[in-house]
C-alpha cells in the first residue's frame, strides 16, 4: 500500500521559513517523478515544484527563487524548503508521487500552510 505522508505546515509570519517533507513508503522512490502542488481556498490545485528521477527542478513562477524542492532517495523523501513566505503562499500544499509513462500516481492528504501577520 502506497502512503505519502507530509508534515512541517503551520502557521507563520510573512517573510518566514518552513521546510516541508513528503515520507514515502510502499513505491520505489527513486522511479517517481515527486512533486509539491497546493489548493488555496476556492481556487484550483496548482504545481509549486517538481523534482525529477534525475534530479531536474522545475518551479511555478510564483515561487522561483524563494522555494527550493529537493529529494533524498536513500529516506524516501522529498523536501520543499519556503523561504520568504506571503500571505499568498496560504494553502494546503500536497506530495504527489508519479510514475512517468504509466497511470501511477499517488497523493498525500495534504499539510496546511499559512501565512498571516
Known amino acids: 500500500q502506497v502512503h505519502l505522508v507530509e508534515s512541517g505546515g503551520g502557521l507563520v509570519q510573512p517573510g518566514d521559513t518552513l521546510r516541508l517533507s513528503c515520507a514515502a513508503s510502499?513505491?520505489?522512490?527513486?522511479?517517481?517523478?515527486m512533486g509539491w502542488y497546493r489548493q488555496a481556498p476556492g481556487k484550483q490545485r496548482e504545481l509549486v515544484a517538481s523534482i525529477s528521477r534525475d534530479g531536474t527542478t522545475e518551479y511555478a513562477d510564483a515561487v522561483k527563487n524563494r522555494f527550493a524542492i529537493s529529494r533524498d532517495n536513500a529516506k524516501n523523501t522529498v523536501y520543499l524548503q519556503m523561504n520568504s513566505l506571503k500571505p499568498e503562499d496560504t494553502a494546503v500544499y500536497y506530495c504527489?508521487?508519479?510514475?512517468?509513462?504509466?497511470?501511477?500516481?499517488?497523493w498525500g492528504q495534504g499539510t496546511q500552510v499559512t501565512v498571516s501577520s
Open positions: 510502499g513505491i520505489i522512490f527513486s522511479s517517481y517523478r
Open positions: 504527489n508521487a508519479k510514475r512517468v509513462i504509466t497511470t501511477l500516481d499517488f
